[in-house]
């Protein structure tokens, strides 16, 4: 057989170079495409070389100051409190040392206000929604929220142990919040529910005896009586109202080439029960607080 002429072959070399573009250009398969998450795309999540904002380091942020029990003595770095373990556990996941965790101040609104991120991650008890969801990326969450019922000391409200001992009281929470739903739907008031349009003005609310109970995110519970109404204090939790529990995640930018290998570390956490071990050591008091039934 004689070899083709030069100039076919040429046409074949070219058409071939022509296809291969094309498959390569070709739009991603619909379930294959759904599977990856945003930003993530080839992403090989390799220990301790990810694309971080410094080659080698794992910027962290979160809000200052610190409480407790997310943090302890207002020092994220210490690796004591909530919050400031897991950050810790998920930088060993990702392959980061203790000594290669780079700590950032970042105020809480603007941790997921649209706009590029200076952290990697911000870990400051951040509640997943579909409208955050629309600026930022999250992680897999890595603590369940409850809601919670908060009361001045030595009052009737505070001796409450049951829902049917709320319902005869007044109540109050901020505008289209879940707390005012649990108010609503769950405790059932015979008197209507105090809505404010800020959770300092429910707080307000309180201390002047205009209201006999709040409720709040367990963790703002915690924030509330330890920090800003030293004598009202956790008078119980709800338990979840069925569906998807409300979670906290880590935020990242927008987009970002870590979530998914982020995502994987938090997920890695929840199922070795590193996070669990986490929560019963820092959160002990709110896996104790009663549930009202």
């Known amino acids: 057989m004689h070899p083709a002429p030069r100039a076919l072959r040429g046409a074949v070399a070219v058409a071939i170079a022509l296809l291969a573009t094309a498959v ?5 398969p619909e379930e294959k495409a759904a599977a990856t998450p945003s930003g993530s795309a080839g992403t090989a999540c390799a220990k301790g070389e990810l694309d971080t904002k410094t080659a080698g380091k794992l910027t962290v942020a979160t809000d200052e100051p610190a409480y407790a029990p997310w943090f302890k003595d207002d020092e994220p770095a210490n690796g004591k409190g909530f919050e400031s373990a897991v950050a810790y556990a998920v930088a060993r996941q990702l392959g980061y040392d203790r000594d290669a965790v780079v700590w950032q101040s970042v105020p809480f609104n603007k941790a997921f206000a649209p706009g590029e991120k200076t952290f990697d991650f911000d870990i400051n008890q951040v509640s997943i929604s579909a409208e955050r969801k629309k600026a930022v990326d999250f992680s897999s969450g890595y603590y369940d929220v409850r809601q919670a019922v908060i009361a001045l000391k030595g009052t009737k409200a505070a001796k409450a142990t049951r829902i049917a001992d709320l319902a005869g009281l007044k109540l109050g929470a901020q ?13 059932r008031p015979k008197q209507e529910a105090a809505v404010y349009a800020k959770n300092d003005q429910a707080k307000s609310a309180l201390q002047n005896g205009q209201v006999d109970a709040i409720v709040a995110d367990l963790p703002t519970a915690f924030y509330i009586t330890a920090a800003e109404i030293t004598d009202a204090e956790i008078v119980g939790q709800f338990e979840n109202q069925g569906g998807t529990p ?5 935020v990242l930018d927008k987009g970002s080439a870590l979530t998914r290998c982020v995502t994987r570390a938090v997920d890695a956490l ?3 029960g590193t996070l669990a071990g986490i929560e019963t050591q820092w959160l002990s008091d709110a896996v104790d607080a009663p549930v009202l039934k």
């Open 270 to 272: 929840r199922k070795d």
């Open 24 to 28: 390569a250009c070709a739009p991603q």
């Open 175 to 187: 505008v289209g919040t879940t707390s005012l739903d649990y108010i609503t739907d769950v405790v």
């Open 246 to 250: 409300e979670q906290f995640g880590l």
